[in-house]
């Protein structure tokens, strides 16, 4: 079946600092993979997405690269704000006919001015 | 309004209290969910609605109860909850099929749930 693992956290790092969060999947075929940002008290929004290996999203200086060989989808931001602090979740879409995302754990950063 | 609403955004319900929870969407999506999200567990898939028709149930207890009445509606009725039932409770929606992978789910704000 489909799967997403995502490091636990929390994640705790000083404002300024680099952020990866690692994101591996088993899937068959090749899946469209996303990111979502949860803030506290909120639903999830839709941080990024790579439909198609080698794909890069991107969106408010995170980064993340569809590596199809090393089925992962790693989040990166170069230099965290205290605003980043949040719960990311790594997703999956399969693309077959009635199968739906697949969510990893989710991982909680802190950012600390 | 646009994007996906869930009202309310909080509720504190008795064991023996019946409540309804509500989602609207304005995004034209023919897809409907509802997640369920505790505390330190993965989210959790409660129901599916493709085209006003409930296409998955993953095995979620008879004291929630789902209705769809359209594509832009979703309900979630609740009855005699548990304690553990307190969780927030996701709403989605999705365009199915190229849509959903391209463009993935739109999720509101949630209902905080807490039963006493």
């Known amino acids: 079946g489909n799967s997403v693992t995502q490091m636990e956290g929390p994640v705790t790092l000083s404002e300024e600092a680099f952020l990866t969060i690692n994101c591996t999947y088993t899937?068959?075929?090749?899946?469209?993979l996303f990111w979502y940002v949860q803030y506290p008290g909120e639903g999830l929004q839709l941080l990024l997405k790579?439909?198609?290996?080698?794909d890069k999203g991107s969106n408010k200086g995170f980064e993340a690269t569809y590596r199809k060989e090393t089925t992962s989808f790693h989040l990166e931001k170069g230099s965290v704000q205290v605003s980043d602090s949040a719960v990311y979740f790594c997703?999956?879409?399969?693309?077959?006919?009635?199968?739906?995302?697949?969510f990893g754990g989710g991982t909680r950063v802190l950012v600390k001015p | 309004e646009t994007g996906v609403t869930q009202t309310p955004r909080h509720l504190v319900m008795g064991m023996t209290n019946k409540k309804s929870l509500k989602c609207e969407q304005h995004?034209?999506?023919?897809?409907m969910y509802w997640y369920k999200q505790s505390a330190k567990k993965p989210l959790e898939l409660m129901f599916v609605?493709?085209?006003?028709?409930?296409?998955e149930n993953n095995s979620v207890p008879s004291r929630f109860s789902p209705e769809c009445p359209n594509s832009s509606h979703l309900f979630l009725h609740l009855h005699t909850l548990q304690p553990e039932d307190s969780a927030l409770y996701l709403c989605?929606?999705?365009?199915?099929?190229?849509?959903?992978?391209?463009?993935?789910?739109?999720f509101g704000s949630g209902t905080r749930l807490t039963v006493v």
């Open positions: 899937a068959t075929g090749y899946p469209s």
């Open positions: 790579a439909t198609k290996a080698d």
């Open positions: 989605a929606s999705s365009q199915e099929g190229a849509g959903a992978r391209n463009y993935g789910y739109t």
């Open positions: 609605y493709s085209l006003e028709e409930r296409v």
């Open positions: 995004l034209g999506h023919n897809a």
């Open positions: 997703a999956l879409d399969p693309k077959a006919a009635g199968n739906k995302l697949t």
